[in-house]
């Protein structure tokens, strides 16, 4: 029958987990496969995933950042056609989402931002580059850690801001955290 | 008649913010329901009937705290004590969007959930699957992915999913709409045979009421004003008082003046192909708005009207043809869509309205008392969806574009908050074009409309609009 | 956006049972690991770009040979210096660029990297995701995640209409001419990015409602109306077991 007062926060409900999960998962799969800025020089693209993963590790914390993070890349790995990598990105990215929404879970500022995003980013380009270099040599795997930094760079940058810009224009937000 | 549904002195607030206070919404609603009654309850948008679902549900407080009194039970019991999830059985809903309600991607899927969550048997599952889609004549849908559905055929779609679960009581929130008059008599006609109880939220008077026996209530300042209690003419005034029906006399606009004709858009033999796999594809042959005009844009979900629009606007880019809009670049226009949070990211109303221009804090203040918003501190996404509505608008409104288009942005809005809009705009624009599928909101602002079905324009309706349209239709509705 | 990867077939593999296939596609991961001769892995490669050419044809085989092409690129480029063992193949001016050994194992990672992206290739063209997330479930996947992707699912095509729209309505509000700078870009989006994310947060309380309604967070234990239809399974596995056992015998032996 009725619930007892300390489940009676929306944050507690199982339907209410499964919404936020399902829900950024499909914003992290958008950010990640549709929303990409050419870097000026280059023809590299750089997506925002990370963004994604970020702004919900701010603001939703540690495991919806580890599974949404992990999911919602992983989705898009596999409708862009690199469906072998959606394990391991599943990991990269789930990790990374989880040490963000650790190491920023009580309070942000400086030293947690900058822990948050060297973590994010060893972890990140780290299991990538260990997985590649297994699947194809560690010589060419180098290859690939740039664009991650850079990834993580694009992540921080927007999502840090973007996450206080959502959260001053709809302060309900602040009770979704779990 | 045995008693089902009993709702005694209920009021709802709903929870305060800074800077934000709620009127209170619900008043001493009083209601006494049977076991097989069918009663519609109408409202202009805002008066509280899809909060009133909600609290029958048990949604609320669950979900939104606010202050909550008064008595509301079904068979006796409280519905407070029920949590939603153990309610599949007694009450069931399909709100307004049908979006927000679809979960899976294949319609037997999602007409199954609710009977999966009930622990039944794959046999039994089956059988009322089979049944609600038999019921409902959607068979054809089986297969089909929701999302792929028109706007109609998902609330077909979430009907058969409550058909299955089979609960007591139905409430439908302003479903009727979107379905055609035939198939939304024959339905409720059904549960009504079949001793269900449905209780239908609207904002508009249908016809199709009037072909069932029901009872009427109308929701207004917080209560319900029982329609078998007050004189026929009373209640048809009360009614034209809160715009649930539309009446065709809105005088406050001047009739165009033809002397020294300006054309704002032009397009001749226009073609735009859509991207993906689309049946049809848009073929204008001719279509044009002067300078000072009314014209309205009616069609059907899917017709292709907003995307005409939207190619006027700029923000799509033609395939072939003759496009031209007076101002050159895309900035002569705005475009106000349905959905007013596509436009709304700041904190608050003032920062809202200020972005990109350069207001004094009097431009500010007068625009807010124009377009009735809270007040300046508010952050806009906590305000009313009428209040958002209005906050969209008055963002064009000080960006002083020639055209304004409107996609069907009646929606969420009263009758006199339409007017006023349509008002404020007309001083400021050179032009109006409003897109709707409902036929009498185009007559009662336009000078002209064009009617479009599948991306082509099939008539265009100059003098005698009224008669006109509805010689071309003769049916029973006017919602295309 | 583009949320399906299966293609519309009616091959055996289009037929076979979803687990089954998951479990071989975890094997033929494996082996592509496993320290075969590189006679045995191409073997095995052709084998499998063969059963892709039967099952979808030849021109849509070649899609995940696109696909990978920067990374061969990398490997050939990346690999050889990294081996001095072996014969010398190729000397220019004195330095060694190719060994055999370097040779031999370019080969063996072009093989790998290539062979497995077409295992999953072939895998989600053959086999839908609804069928898919079946399959995960049957390997006991909770139903709660399973239920989490699958509205993910849904939800992903409608949020790509939302977000070109939200796009679209900040089109016309600022005048934005084309900024080719990555920070002002960045800037330009801000304000969508913005409204794309209340947007989606402000639907996570109404789904949310929506699912209760609709039983989730009942006690009651579910049951399943989607069951992966195929009896011939105990049948498919022992086959494929045996066929999948001789193989790896005989590429380990060659």
């Known amino acids: 029958m009725s619930d007892n007062e300390n489940n009676s926060s929306i944050k507690n409900f199982p339907a209410f987990k499964i919404a936020s999960l399902a829900i950024l998962i499909a914003v992290t799969t958008v950010f990640t496969y549709i929303i990409r800025i050419p870097i000026a020089p280059t023809r590299g693209y750089i997506n925002f995933g990370d963004v994604a993963i970020f702004f919900t590790a701010i603001t939703f914390g540690p495991m919806t950042a580890f599974l949404a993070g ?42 947690g931002i900058v822990f948050s995003f060297l973590a994010a980013t060893v972890v990140m380009a780290g299991i990538y580059y260990i997985t590649a270099g297994f699947m194809y040599g560690f010589g060419p795997a180098l290859a690939e850690i740039p664009g991650n930094i850079l990834q993580n760079v694009a992540g921080i940058a927007v999502g840090l801001p973007l996450a206080a810009a959502v959260r001053k224009a709809y302060p309900p937000i602040q009770n979704y955290k779990w | 008649m045995k008693e089902i549904l009993k709702i005694e002195n209920l009021k709802y607030k709903y929870p305060s913010y800074p800077n934000l206070d709620f009127p209170q919404l619900l008043n001493g609603i009083n209601l006494t329901i049977n076991t097989g009654d069918f009663i519609v309850i109408l409202g202009k948008p805002e008066t509280g009937k899809s909060t009133l679902l909600k609290i029958i549900l048990s949604l609320i407080p669950r979900y939104t705290k606010g202050i909550l009194s008064g008595k509301i039970e079904y068979k006796g019991i409280p519905v407070a004590n029920y949590n939603p999830y153990d309610l599949i059985e007694k009450i069931g809903a399909v709100f307004q969007n049908p979006d927000e309600q679809i979960f899976t991607t294949s319609c037997d899927t999602e007409i199954a959930f609710a009977l999966e969550s009930l622990g039944l048997n794959r046999e039994e599952m089956i059988r009322r699957v089979n049944k609600s889609f038999e019921v409902l004549k959607i068979e054809h849908l089986r297969n089909r992915n929701p999302a792929t559905l028109s706007g109609g055929e998902k609330k077909k779609l979430l009907m058969a999913c409550l058909y299955a679960a089979n609960p007591q009581i139905w409430l439908l929130d302003e479903i009727i709409d979107e379905l055609d008059p035939g198939s939304a008599l024959s339905i409720v006609q059904r549960l009504i045979a079949e001793k269900r109880t449905v209780i239908l939220f609207s904002s508009k008077m249908l016809n199709i009421f009037k072909d069932i026996s029901c009872n009427f209530f109308i929701l207004k300042n917080g209560i319900l004003l029982a329609a078998d209690k007050m004189k026929n003419s009373d209640f048809n005034m009360l009614m034209a008082d809160e715009g649930l029906v539309i009446d065709n006399k809105h005088e406050a606009l001047t009739p165009v003046q033809r002397l020294n004709p300006e054309r704002m858009v032009l397009i001749e033999n226009l073609k735009y192909k859509y991207p993906g796999n689309i049946d049809f594809n848009l073929h204008i042959d001719n279509f044009h708005i002067e300078k000072g005009e009314i014209v309205s844009l009616a069609g059907k979900n899917g017709s292709g009207k907003s995307t005409l629009g939207k190619l006027i606007a700029g923000l799509k880019e033609k395939e072939s043809g003759l496009l031209s809009v007076k101002g050159k670049n895309n900035l002569s226009c705005a475009y106000l869509f349905q959905n007013p949070d596509y436009q709304i990211f700041l904190p608050t109303v003032k920062d809202e309205l200020s972005f990109g221009l350069k207001l004094t804090d009097i431009e500010i203040e007068d625009t807010i008392s124009k377009f009735k918003l809270p007040n300046r501190d508010v952050p806009p996404s906590l305000m009313s969806y009428g209040a958002r509505k209005r906050l969209q608008a008055a963002v064009y409104y000080l960006m002083d574009r020639d055209i304004y288009i409107l996609d069907e942005a009646d929606a969420g809005l009263s009758l006199k908050d339409f007017d006023m809009l349509i008002n404020i705009l007309y001083k400021k624009a050179k032009s109006i074009l409003i897109i709707s599928h409902n036929l009498d909101l185009c007559t009662r602002y336009s000078n002209r409309v064009y009617l479009i079905d599948s991306g082509k324009i099939v008539k265009e309706i100059e003098t005698d609009l009224q008669n006109t349209l509805d010689t071309y239709f003769m049916t029973e509705s006017s919602n295309l | 956006m583009i949320t399906s990867t299966f293609i519309q077939g009616n091959s055996f593999l289009h037929k076979a049972d979803p687990r089954l296939k998951t479990s071989i596609l975890l094997c033929t991961v494996i082996l592509f690991f ?27 085989t070649l899609l995940p040979f696109k696909m990978v092409l920067p990374i061969i690129i990398f490997v050939i480029i990346l690999t050889p210096p990294f081996f001095k063992d072996g014969a010398s193949i ?12 370097g040779l031999l194992h370019t080969i063996r990672l072009i093989l790998r990297v290539t062979g497995i992206t077409i295992s999953f290739y072939i895998f989600f063209s053959t086999t839908s995701i609804n069928n898919f997330i079946l399959a995960l479930e049957w390997f006991k996947l909770p139903y709660k995640a399973a239920l989490v992707i699958t509205i993910a699912l849904r939800y992903i095509p409608s949020m790509v209409i939302i977000y070109n729209n939200i796009q679209d309505a900040h089109k016309l509000r600022s005048s934005n001419t084309q900024k080719i700078y990555f920070w002002k870009k960045i800037n330009n989006m801000f304000p969508t990015l913005v409204s794309v994310l209340i947007h989606s947060i402000k639907s996570i309380p109404i789904l949310s409602m929506a699912l209760e309604l609709r039983g989730i967070g009942s006690a009651t234990k579910r049951s399943q109306f989607n069951i992966i239809k195929s009896n011939k399974m105990i049948l498919q596995i022992t086959i494929s077991g045996v066929i999948l056992l001789l193989v790896i015998l005989v590429a380990l032996l060659i």
Do not use: C
């Open chain 1, 70 to 111: 992990g999911l919602g890349t992983a989705l898009a790995d596999l409708f862009a056609g690199y469906a072998q990598w959606a394990p391991i990105t599943f990991f990269a990215h789930g990790l990374q989402g989880l040490l963000i929404g650790l190491i920023l879970r009580k309070k942000i500022n400086i030293i």
């Open chain 3, 90 to 101: 190729l000397i220019i001016k004195n330095i060694i660029i190719l060994t055999s050994e």
């Open chain 3, 34 to 60: 496993l320290p075969l001769s590189i006679t045995a892995m191409f073997i095995f490669f052709t084998g499998l770009v063969l059963i892709s050419i039967y099952s979808l044809g030849f021109f849509k």
